[in-house]
């Protein structure tokens, strides 16, 4: 008989301490959204130079030259743990999607270019380290040339992220995978992306700005993402509830 109580109290404390049915990974798109929004403000705050899009090859390298060690920071943070965080939530958001037949060819279409995306920023990670090398070791040609490359890889970046947005935000079977805001953010977002994806394309420097906004809107959009993920499960069911032990236990104080 105290062998029956302790294990009942034992359940009931564990039904009270822990929902049932929401593991540590549950989480993991949150934490990556989170995780996504740090790496990215840190890459930023860490250069202290903003070059112009159509910078020449010797202001470009004067500048990494000066600051190699911020530079390799900022693409090691802003593209490349930033690549592989934005792989992770479009991974979770994508994936339980693709068994679904209504909204394949939408989920396959956010998948290709969310792939893409990742993988240009990625890129862009290797290529930053280098130009940085290059503009220390004085090779002035060689680093302006990766810096015009590295701003196009930008712009190709943007296009396939507008894409992305607009593919994921149109999924709506068997219901739609994120809450109407972060939908609304992804029209905006889209529109701000193919603006500024432009600019970076052309290096149109008159509209460098234009990657301001498109810049907080994505942070805002990766990061809502995660977050909603762990609250609205993209596979259509709802979010597993705590439950309450059955029996005598039920009705115990809580």
């Known amino acids: 008989m105290t062998n029956d109580l302790t294990t009942a109290s034992a359940t009931a404390s564990s039904a009270r301490g822990a929902p049932a049915g929401r593991p540590a990974w549950r989480y993991i798109p949150a934490a990556a959204g989170v995780a996504y929004l740090a790496a990215w403000v840190t890459g930023l705050s860490v250069w202290p130079v903003n070059l112009a899009l159509n910078a020449t090859a ?3 390298a004067a500048s990494h030259a000066a600051h190699p060690a911020e530079a390799a920071t900022q693409y090691l943070l802003a593209e490349g743990l930033a690549g592989l965080l934005l792989a992770v939530v479009l991974g979770s958001a994508l ?50 040339d990766l810096f015009q490359l590295l701003n196009r890889l930008d712009g190709v970046k943007m296009f396939a992220l507008a894409i992305t947005a607009v593919s994921l935000a149109a999924v709506n079977s068997p219901r739609p995978v994120l809450p109407r805001w972060l939908r609304v953010t992804a029209v905006l977002l889209a529109v701000a992306l193919a603006a500024s994806g432009y600019a970076y394309l052309s290096l149109d420097n008159s509209l460098g700005w234009t990657a301001y906004v498109s810049g907080v809107l994505l942070l805002i959009w990766v990061t809502g993402t995660g977050i909603a993920l762990i609250i609205r499960p993209p596979t259509g069911r709802a979010a597993p509830r705590p439950t309450r032990p059955r029996g005598w236990l039920a009705s115990a104080p809580t």
């Not at 995306?117 to 290529?127: E, G, I, M, R």
């Not at 290059?134 to 090779?139: G, I, K, L, T």
């Open 58 to 60: 010797a202001q470009e």
């Open 95 to 144: 994936l339980p999607r693709l068994r679904v037949r209504a909204s394949r060819r939408l989920t396959a279409s956010a998948a290709i270019f969310g792939t893409i995306a990742v993988a240009v920023s990625l890129t862009q990670c290797v290529l930053g380290v280098v130009l940085t090398v290059a503009a220390v070791d004085h090779h002035v040609g060689t680093s302006g």
